[in-house]
Nanobody, 122 residues
C-alpha cells in the first residue's frame, strides 16, 4: 500500500511559478513510477507528467513540455512538479499517482492522492 498526500496548492498570476509536492508513505515508494495528472471542472482527468522509479526517465504532456519539470527524491519519499510560465488553462486540481507502469493513462496507476488546487489568474 502507498498513501499519497499532495501539497503546494495556490493561486498565481499567469507567467508565475508554483511547485507541487507529493509525499508518499511506505517503504515501497522506490519501486513505483510516479505520475502527475490534472482535472479541470467539467473535463476528464488528463496526464501531465511521469517519472520512472529511479528518476532516469520522464514523460510530459505536450501542453506542459518545456514549462513543467517532474522530479523525485527517493530518500524523502517525495515527488515534485515544478510549474513555470503558468497559464490560465493550467488551472485544475492536480493529483499525484503511483503505478508499476510508466504511462500516461489513469488506468496505469494504482494509488492516488486527494488532489491539490492550482488556480492561475489572467
Amino acid at each position: 500500500q502507498v498513501q499519497l498526500v499532495e501539497s503546494g496548492a495556490g493561486l498565481v498570476q499567469a507567467g508565475g511559478s508554483l511547485r507541487l509536492s507529493c509525499a508518499a508513505s511506505g517503504r515501497t515508494f522506490i519501486y513505483y513510477n510516479m505520475g502527475w495528472f490534472r482535472q479541470a471542472p467539467g473535463k476528464e482527468r488528463e496526464f501531465v507528467a511521469a517519472i520512472s522509479w529511479g528518476g532516469g526517465r520522464t514523460s510530459y504532456a505536450d501542453s506542459v513540455k518545456g514549462r513543467f519539470t517532474i522530479s523525485r527524491d527517493n530518500a524523502k519519499n517525495t515527488v515534485y512538479l515544478q510549474m513555470n510560465s503558468l497559464k490560465p488553462e493550467d488551472t485544475a486540481v492536480y493529483y499525484c499517482a503511483a503505478g508499476k507502469v510508466l504511462a500516461g493513462t489513469t488506468s496505469s496507476y494504482d494509488y492516488w492522492g486527494q488532489g491539490t488546487q492550482v488556480t492561475v489568474s489572467s
